[in-house]
């Protein structure tokens, strides 16, 4: 079942986060310090209450199977840019042992139809090079690429 997360469900998210630090240290141990999460449970319960940076959780019988944080972004009036407004996925996890069971494509189905219900164009994300199962998984969704990050380490 794919819900909005609630208060309850933050030690399972904190869970989430510390295997989505794990990837990127693995992947990036020059960028990410390992093992962390990038929110407190504190922060966490702050985020659950906002409206613009909705929270979906995959809940299996109380097990916190994966999850996805969204920013809801607008741009408008800008010179050179249309006026949009995007469904931004900042962090999509499903939990190690709940991996190629569906979760994940419910996860963002659920996200999709959320912002497809708010009116907005599309829905972005980005993806680290260094986690190549997850840029052929949102491929797999229909998802193309929209622009490139590129660095030259010094």
């Given at each position: 079942?794919?819900?909005?997360?609630?208060?309850?469900?933050?030690?399972?998210?904190?869970?989430?986060?510390?295997?989505?630090?794990?990837?990127?240290?693995?992947?990036?141990?020059?960028?990410?310090?390992?093992?962390?999460?990038?929110?407190?449970?504190?922060?966490?319960?702050?985020?659950?209450?906002?409206?613009?940076?909705?929270?979906?959780?995959?809940?299996?019988?109380?097990?916190?199977?994966?999850?996805?944080?969204?920013?809801?972004?607008?741009?408008?009036?800008?010179?050179?840019?249309?006026?949009?407004?995007?469904?931004?996925?900042?962090?999509?996890?499903?939990?190690?042992?709940?991996?190629?069971?569906?979760?994940?494509?419910?996860?963002?189905?659920?996200?999709?139809?959320?912002?497809?219900?708010?009116?907005?164009?599309?829905?972005?994300?980005?993806?680290?090079a260094c986690n190549p199962g997850?840029?052929?998984?949102?491929?797999?969704?229909?998802?193309?690429?929209?622009?490139?990050?590129?660095?030259?380490?010094?």
């Open positions: 079942m794919i819900r909005r997360a609630e208060k309850e469900d933050i030690p399972g998210i904190l869970e989430l986060l510390l295997q989505v630090d794990m990837v990127h240290h693995r992947g990036r141990p020059d960028l990410f310090k390992g093992p962390a999460t990038k929110y407190s449970a504190e922060e966490l319960e702050s985020i659950l209450q906002e409206d613009n940076s909705p929270v979906f959780v995959c809940d299996q019988d109380g097990k916190i199977a994966g999850h996805a944080f969204c920013q809801l972004e607008e741009t408008a009036g800008n010179a050179v840019l249309r006026d949009v407004k995007t469904l931004y996925i900042d962090d999509i996890c499903v939990h190690e042992t709940c991996r190629r069971q569906g979760v994940g494509r419910a996860l963002y189905e659920h996200v999709t139809a959320y912002a497809k219900a708010l009116g907005c164009y599309h829905v972005t994300l980005n993806v680290w997850a840029l052929e998984f949102y491929e797999s969704l229909g998802m193309k690429p929209m622009k490139t990050g590129m660095e030259q380490i010094l």
